[in-house]
């Protein structure tokens, strides 16, 4: 399942919702997430890898999952 963030519009403003990337991801793991499980996960520092860890915090964001550091 791909999950894709859209611009969102209300009735007398609009909110940008940022649009992700493809990001393919099962339903299990979005519970997961949802009840708090830590997602944790390591970078090489190359631009593929950056731009993966663009859109997971885009999605973890979406889901409302804290950012630790």
């Known amino acids: 399942m791909i999950h894709i963030a859209r611009l969102a519009s209300a009735p007398a403003s609009f909110t940008i919702v940022p649009e ?7 339903p299990e793991i979005i519970r997961a ?15 593929d890898s950056s731009a993966a860890m ?6 973890l964001d979406l889901l409302g999952q804290p950012r630790l550091l």
Do not use: D, E, H, Y
């Not at 992700?20 to 099962?26: M, S």
């Open 33 to 47: 997430i949802r009840a708090g499980a830590w997602i944790v996960f390591n970078l090489s520092g190359g631009k």
């Open 20 to 26: 992700l990337p493809g990001v393919a991801i099962t």
């Open 54 to 59: 663009v859109a997971v915090n885009l999605f």
